[in-house]
């Protein structure tokens, strides 16, 4: 049996240990709900270190490998600027640019220094998801629209000169071939999108669910948002900005 100065000597050398180690992920060193501290029967092990929090944000991509148990590789991506976004109603996947980091449910913090973590909402270019509907349906999404109404507000221009009309002909867009516009009648069925993700077309930014481990697997991939989820995070973030605005003002 040890004795009791041997037994102090003992937890003396674990705490120094502790101490010594930095970031763990064990749970003897934990206190209880109530408070209570556990015994210590085992020093850390190396497999229970923990290391610093990737904290990935939004910039030109920049991606360290990080060695991890047994020989895998980590892939730790510190900044980031694109990424796989998929269109779950119409089954297409594009990869397009990261704007902004515009809510997350954690913390405001995240949102605040456009950190990209699993879960978070954020804003990626349309541009690319646009141009794959063109070219499929023969439709554009919200840039017709959105063409209208600069005609309408910007004031008449004087008519140009006979040459120049003549230039303005030659570039306009060719017509699609005769079996694609069939092709592209036929698939008028799956062509309805929903008018908030219409809305978002005008502007040229989807709200977009990040669904990866940027700081696991070096990658931002996710899903655009669509239906009664689109609805709750809009509806989030409304709330949060009016909180915001109550604080200011």
């Known amino acids: 049996t040890q004795s009791t100065w041997e037994k102090r000597r003992w937890q003396v050398d674990v705490e120094r240990h502790r101490e010594r180690m930095g970031i763990s992920r064990d749970t003897v060193s934990k206190h209880t709900r109530t408070g209570a501290k556990p015994k210590l ?11 610093q929090p990737a904290a990935t944000k939004i910039g030109e991509k920049r991606i360290h490998l990080v060695r991890g148990r047994g020989g895998n590789m980590k ?4 900044r980031l600027d694109h990424g796989n976004f998929s269109w779950p109603s119409q089954a297409v996947t594009r990869k397009t ?19 990209l973590v699993k879960s978070a909402v954020v ?33 008449k221009k004087e008519e140009p000169k006979k040459d120049e009309t003549k230039k303005d002909e030659t570039k306009k867009e060719k017509k699609p071939r ?12 799956t062509s309805k999108v929903e008018a908030a993700l219409v809305d978002q077309f005008k502007t040229g930014r989807l709200f977009c669910r990040v669904t990866s481990r940027p700081g696991q697997c070096g990658r931002a991939d996710g899903y655009v948002l669509e239906g009664e989820e689109l ?16 604080a200011l003002g």
């Open 231 to 246: 609805a709750f995070y809009v509806r989030k973030i409304a709330e949060k900005k009016k909180k915001t605005k109550k």
């Open 123 to 155: 804003q990626v270019d349309a541009t690319p998801f646009r141009a794959w509907f063109k070219n499929f349906y023969g439709i554009s999404l919200g840039k017709e629209d959105a063409k209208d109404e600069k005609k309408k507000e910007e004031p």
């Open 75 to 78: 892939h730790r991506a510190l």
């Open 41 to 51: 029967h085992i020093k850390k092990r190396k497999f229970l270190m923990g290391r």
């Open 178 to 189: 005769h079996d694609k516009q069939c092709r592209q009648k036929l698939r008028d069925k």
């Open 97 to 115: 640019k990261i704007l902004v980091v515009k809510y997350h449910p954690t913390s405001n913090e995240l949102v605040r220094t456009n950190t």
